[in-house]
T-cell receptor, first 114, second 110 residues
């Protein structure tokens, strides 16, 4: 049973470009969460999605960031017009149910903006 | 929203000693409290969790205690080994998703 998959593992973008990060949850999991981790810091919640629905996006910056989890395919976190401050590790996690259930993390995507 | 505070930020122990990490949370509705271990450059890994209807849970050398009245929970690692060296994060389920503490860097000296 494959774990949570994320790709790419490393992504380099120049300022102003777009970054697309993908997350495939564990088999049987329909809940996906995205977190951002700056160097030497903790994990900050960004967005919580179920298939075709955004449940909670209270941690998402108001501009340039969006997320989706379509009926088919992986969840995607999209960052438009990236800036240096977007450089971080982005982790997704999945769970079989919502609140109160264990979340399992993917390996993360390390975004570097040059 | 939920706020989770974690102490200490760094902890150094001798191999074989015990290590204790403490967290407090603010939202009395939180009912699930996991602990994650993160090695350098790796993903956070769930090591133990506890739900609000339980006061203590143990798994080999790792135990977690929860005091709902005081809104704090702790991770206890006994007989520490060098491979326990990592950053440990506590978390609490708020209304929607996990809120993480700021992490504790544990260094086990051989």
């Amino acid at each position: 049973n494959a774990g949570v998959m994320q790709n790419p593992r490393h992504l380099v973008r120049r300022r102003g470009q777009e970054a697309r990060l993908r997350c495939s949850p564990m088999k049987g999991h329909s809940h996906v969460y995205w977190y951002r981790q700056l160097p030497e810091e903790g994990l900050k919640f960004m967005v919580y999605l179920q298939k075709e629905n955004i449940i909670d996006e209270s941690g998402m910056p108001k501009e340039r960031f969006s997320a989706e989890f379509p009926k088919e395919g992986p969840s995607i976190l999209r960052i438009q017009q990236v800036v240096r401050g977007d450089s971080a590790a982005y982790f997704c996690a999945s769970s079989p149910s919502g609140q109160g259930h264990e979340q399992y993390f993917g390996p993360g995507t390390r975004l570097t903006v040059t | 929203g939920e706020n989770v505070e974690q102490h200490p930020s760094t902890l150094s122990v001798q191999e074989g000693d015990s290590a204790v990490i403490k967290c407090t949370y603010s939202d009395s509705a939180s009912n699930y409290f996991p602990w994650y271990k993160q090695e350098l450059g790796k993903r956070p890994q769930l090591i133990i969790d506890i739900r609000s209807n339980v006061g203590e849970k143990k798994d080999q050398r790792i135990a977690v205690t929860l005091n709902k009245t005081a809104k704090h929970f702790s991770l206890h690692i006994t007989e520490t080994q060098p491979e326990d060296s990592a950053v440990y994060f506590c978390a609490a389920t708020g209304r929607r998703a996990l809120t993480f503490g700021s992490g504790t860097r544990l260094q086990v000296q051989p």
